[in-house]
């Protein structure tokens, strides 16, 4: 019996399962072997790389149109922002794929795949542009020398290859590495609220690597090269997402609808039942079913999802309380998407007209040395590698003091004071702009 009770106890220790987690088996994945920061270093690797990709694509894009394709740049501007405006609205698909077929884990690799192939496009486009333009230069003939189309529509056919595959791996990368940590642990929740921290300081490295390294290529060496530059290190990336296979923890599958069909049928119901009154039976419900999650006195409207068509609860299976609750949750997101929206217009013109106005500047800083105006933007990197280490080390632990939160403030919080200081920063630059 000694020697049962003495080999019990390590293995309860070993095998503490974290809820709603299993391994790469499909077992519950036991908290020592699996997740955590080792197995949260392989996804930030590879969304270094996707993000060192797509500013090496975005940040001197416009550059690029308005040189060897031969753009106005008001028409380029606008390529641009349609680009990038595609590809800020795709992970919205990626997300809906990855939560009811294919999974975090296997979205990112097919993303990763597209995204290597959309590069290789790139770069084969380039090197025939490149060419194109140097037979161009070599004759007389003025209408020789415009770009031909089916090389303007190649380079555009990969680059809206490129946002296909940022919008499947902007939405999976990120939350596949907060996977990684089990909020309902003390210690792992601490660790989780960090790791939002130095996702967000090693991704702005790697977009300021691309900013200073692949800008400087294009501008200086090849375009060709610097986008199979790109190509090579996306590639390399995803064969080290790949060595993490059997150290992650992933979502365990539940046998229900996916959530966009889930809070979709929650305000089809609602409008269909707006006439009929809820009985006291679903007061009861709410109290039995929330406990100890109090019910959201907001959006009392989509408590009708609860009722059948004639006005009745009973032997009603189409909305449950929380598909009600998350459908509120999500009306309740409108107003921050309203305002970061106002947020995105304004850094949009970081990559375009602030590009072309850093064109006109004296940007020599030595004989042969001039900064490519595209890496002006590399300020915006610098101030977020700065701050992110004083403000994981140094406010979060006085505010963690202050107000007894894991994560020192809110999420909201940090929203709120990133619009506050974004609204300060365009007011300075106007009354600067006025004084000169």
């Keep these: 019996m000694a020697i049962v009770s003495n080999t019990e106890t390590p ?21 020592s072997s699996f997740g955590g920061w080792r197995s949260a270093s392989f996804i930030i690797a590879v969304e270094v790389a996707e993000r060192f990709a797509y500013f090496g694509i975005s940040s001197n894009l416009i550059t690029y149109l308005t040189g060897p394709l031969a753009q106005s ?55 025939l542009t490149s060419l ?36 499947g791996h902007k939405p999976c990368v990120q939350a596949f590495g907060a996977d990684q940590f089990d909020g309902n642990d003390p210690k792992e929740s601490i660790a989780k609220s960090s790791f939002f921290n130095w996702w967000y300081f090693t991704l702005s490295t790697g977009v300021l690597l691309s900013l200073l390294i692949v800008v400087y290529i294009q501008d200086n060496l090849s375009w060709a090269l610097a986008f199979g530059i790109l190509c090579t290190i996306m590639l390399v990336a995803l064969l080290v997402f790949l060595l993490g296979t059997k150290t992650y923890r992933y979502t365990a599958k539940v046998n229900e609808e996916n959530p966009f069909t889930r809070i979709g049928q929650v305000f089809v119901i609602a409008v269909n039942n707006r006439h009929n009154a809820p009985p006291a039976t679903v007061a009861e419900v709410e109290v039995l079913q929330t406990l100890p999650q109090q019910s959201s006195e907001q959006f009392k409207f989509l408590n009708k999802a609860l009722l059948a068509r004639d006005g009745s609860s009973e032997d009603w299976k189409g909305c449950s309380f929380n598909d009600v609750e998350e ?23 970081a990559s375009t007209f602030f590009t072309k106005q850093g064109a006109t500047m004296d940007r020599k800083l030595a004989a042969g040395l ?16 700065v701050f992110i280490p004083l403000y994981d080390r140094v406010f979060v632990p006085i505010a963690r003091t202050l107000t007894q939160k894991p994560a020192g403030i809110t999420m909201l919080q940090r929203i709120g004071t990133g619009m506050f200081l974004s609204a300060f920063s365009m007011w300075w630059r106007w009354s600067r702009q006025l004084v000169r």
Excluded: H
């Design 132 to 167: 194109s333009n140097s037979d161009c230069q070599n004759t007389n003939n003025i209408t020789s020398c415009s770009t031909p189309q089916v090389l303007v529509f190649s380079f555009i056919f990969s680059l809206y290859l490129v946002a296909i595959a940022q919008g």
């Design 73 to 127: 740049t008001a028409t380029a501007a606008e390529n641009v922002n349609a680009w990038s405006g595609t590809a800020m609205l795709l992970p919205l698909l990626g997300a809906f794929l990855a939560d009811a077929y294919l999974g975090r884990y296997r979205t990112i690799i097919i993303s990763s795949l597209i995204y290597i192939l959309g590069l290789g496009l790139l770069t084969l486009s380039a090197m």
């Design 370 to 385: 001039t900064i490519p105006a595209a890496s002006l933007q590399f300020f915006i990197g610098v101030s977020i590698i």
């Design 11 to 31: 293995l309860l220790e070993d095998t503490t399962t974290v809820n709603g987690s299993v391994d790469y088996k499909g077992c519950p994945a036991r908290r």
């Design 327 to 349: 459908a509120k949750a999500l009306l309740r997101l409108i107003p921050i998407w309203t305002t970061c929206l106002v947020y995105a217009i304004v850094f949009a013109q």
